[in-house]
Every structure is written in structure tokens, then in C-alpha cells.
């Protein structure tokens, strides 16, 4: 199967200060992206899409200056927690969609952050 | 808006019987997928099982298996002769073909040695 990779895996950062996420597509070009967020013990919570050369389509709810989505190319979406603070603490996963096989999404294997 | 209700928080089942996972859904569309997916400790999302709404048949692989009543709505995953290793929360989800998935809230299952 299609591989999607995250990085970094796992990421602690100061308060005040951004840290940048990186989701990409391994073995197949990936025109859209998802982002997802969850809490300890509960499910996915969708934030944002994010398509290939345009602007990404936020979630109600999400601040779409805090978490900046850059989708500059067919394999690599990029999320950047902008001036974090405590409550962003949270593990993010990425998927994507291979438009070869429209109702497959591919996982990548998260990443935690932890702001202190 | 597709919704997907998973009403078990918690299952356990004793290792080498079998359980059912339940799950109901609400969509609009008449083209959707759904998906059980398992995540371990790990927290890596790894699909189990996927099921094409047009697709009367049932999905299989291997142990597990689905009971999809279209006209109900509903879309239970059952897992023959568990294994310690299908400890996990397993999440129920749906989408309509390049758009995001639509999770429930999860069960967690735990396989008692």
C-alpha cells in the first residue's frame, strides 16, 4: 500500500515559539491532504484540507492564523503551530487521498507535540 | 453531512471468541465508502476492513468481517477467533470519495488472555 510519512514524530517546544509538521505522500502524488487533531482517548477531529497549490479549507472552529497549512506540492503538506501555547499540545495525524484510487486515505504515524 | 455513531465505548471479548463492533451512519450522498480502522498504542491508524456502498456483498479479510444493511444504515465489524494483538480502538468512518473521513467516537477492545 501507499506509504505516508510524518515528520518529526514527536516534537516538545517552548511556549510563544512555532514549530512546522511535515506530512508527505512516499510512492503516490497526493492532490489533497487532510489534517487531523486528537485529544487522549478521543477520536480524530478534522482541522483543515489541504489542496495542492491553493489555499487549504479550514474547520469551524480552527484558527487558520494559528495553524498555517502550505500545500506546495504534489507530495508535501506542511502544518506550522504558530506561537504555541500549553492547550495546543495534542498528537496531529495527516492522511492523503491517492487520486488513483478515490476512496483510499493513507495514514501517516502522527506526531506529538508537547508545549511547555 | 455524513455522521457515524459508535455507541460501545468499551468492548471486551476473551481471546480466540469472537465480537461485534456496532456502528450506524447518516449520509446524504448515494456514493459513499466506510472504513474500520484499528489504532493500537502506537496510534497508527491502520485500516482494517473498507466496504463500497454500491457493493451489496460483505467485505472480508481474513478474521474480520462486516454486516453492512444499507437501508439501516449500519455497518458492524465483527472479529472471529480474537488475538491479543487486536487489543486497540477501533474507529468506524466514512467519506464520499476524495473528501475527509467522518469518524465516531471509538471503541476501545480489549482481548482477555
Known amino acids: 500500500g501507499a506509504v505516508v510519512s510524518q515528520h518529526p514524530s514527536w516534537v516538545i517546544c517552548k511556549s510563544g515559539t512555532s514549530v512546522k509538521i511535515e506530512c508527505r505522500s512516499l510512492d503516490f502524488q497526493a492532490t489533497t491532504m487532510f489534517w487531523y487533531r486528537q485529544f487522549p482517548k478521543q477520536s480524530l477531529m478534522l482541522m483543515a484540507t489541504?489542496?495542492?497549490?491553493?489555499?487549504?479549507?479550514?474547520e469551524q472552529g480552527v484558527e487558520k492564523d494559528k495553524f498555517l497549512i502550505n500545500h506546495a506540492s504534489l507530495t508535501l503538506s506542511t502544518l506550522t503551530v504558530t506561537s504555541a501555547h500549553p492547550e495546543d499540545s495534542s498528537f496531529y495525524i495527516c492522511s492523503a487521498g491517492d487520486p488513483g484510487h478515490s476512496y483510499e486515505q493513507y495514514f501517516g504515524p502522527g506526531t506529538r507535540l508537547t508545549v511547555t | 453531512a455524513q455522521t457515524v455513531t459508535q455507541s460501545q465505548p468499551e468492548m471486551s471479548v476473551q481471546e480466540a471468541e469472537t465480537v461485534t463492533l456496532s456502528c450506524t451512519y447518516d449520509?446524504?450522498?448515494?456514493?459513499?465508502?466506510l472504513f474500520w480502522y484499528k489504532q493500537p498504542p502506537s496510534r497508527q491508524m491502520i485500516l482494517v476492513i473498507r466496504q463500497e456502498a454500491y457493493k451489496q456483498q460483505n467485505a472480508t479479510e481474513n478474521r474480520f468481517s462486516v454486516n453492512f444493511q444499507k437501508a439501516a444504515k449500519s455497518f458492524s465489524l465483527k472479529i472471529s477467533d480474537s488475538q491479543l494483538g487486536d487489543t486497540a480502538m477501533y474507529f468506524c468512518a466514512a467519506h464520499s470519495g476524495n473528501t475527509p473521513l467522518v469518524f465516531g467516537k471509538g471503541t476501545r477492545l480489549s482481548v482477555i488472555a
Open positions: 449520509t446524504s450522498e448515494s456514493n459513499y465508502y
Open positions: 489541504s489542496n495542492e497549490g491553493s489555499k487549504a479549507t479550514y
